[in-house]
């Protein structure tokens, strides 16, 4: 009964490989979100996902780029990963109206790029 | 771009001993959320205080907003070494048909037993 699942958990890769992040909520939210959260903890917006429309860009290399098949899922393909791409990726949720402030996240996925 | 900022950075405690930390923001906000963050986990929300409200309970916790001083402080009374964890304040933002959170830098609380 998982609200915001991630897979892999951990995912180690060479520099310049692709490799994918998947995303499901199972809340009936109307946005996801995926966050950067670097070494120093600090969590940084990526991306925000509305009924499949993509509202937020925060600055992202055009090598990050999500993918949302449905509703409920959020997919993050990294093309050409690099050392600086090493952090914790979260994935978030939330049910878009006035009530719905609060964000759902998922556990995380911890890339490390060698 | 970067709102709240806790203070302090880190905190360490004895089990029973209060924990307070706090968080000022630039702009102004309809609600002010604090999450907390379990070592090798999500974040989790905890309390949510709204703009004209002054304070909140829930639990142990307390929360506290000043508007005026654009600043809030998260109260843990009695606390458990299972409150070791992260704590982050968030500031919503809307514009261009979006809302996201802005997310602080945390507060790394550490409970000793």
């Known amino acids: 009964d998982t609200a915001v699942s991630q897979t892999p958990k951990y995912l180690v890769t060479q520099m310049g490989n692709d490799k994918s992040i998947k995303c499901e909520q199972n809340l009936g939210h109307d946005t996801m979100y995926w966050y950067k959260q670097d070494s120093k903890k600090f969590l940084k917006i990526m991306f925000s996902y509305n009924n499949k429309e993509l509202i937020i860009n925060e600055t992202v290399p055009n090598r990050f780029s999500p993918k949302s098949p449905d509703k409920a899922h959020l997919n993050l393909h990294i093309n050409s990963l690099e050392l600086g791409d090493s952090a914790v990726y979260f994935c978030?949720?939330?049910?878009?109206?006035?009530?719905?402030?609060?964000?759902?996240f998922g556990p995380g996925t911890r890339l490390l790029v060698l | 771009s970067q709102q709240g900022e806790e203070d302090p950075q880190a905190l360490s405690i004895q089990e029973g001993e209060n924990a307070t930390m706090n968080c000022s923001y630039k702009t102004s906000i309809n609600n002010l959320q604090w999450y907390r963050q379990n070592s090798g986990r999500g974040l989790v929300h905890l309390i949510l205080i709204r703009s004209n409200e002054r304070e909140k309970h829930s639990g142990r916790l307390r929360v506290t907003l000043d508007t005026s001083k654009k600043s809030s402080s998260l109260l843990i009374t009695a606390s458990r070494a299972a409150d070791t964890a992260s704590y982050f304040c968030a500031t919503p933002y809307s514009g261009a048909g979006s809302y996201q959170l802005t997310f602080g830098k945390g507060t790394k609380l550490s409970v000793i037993p």
């Open positions: 978030a949720s939330r049910l878009r109206d006035y009530q719905g402030e609060t964000q759902y």
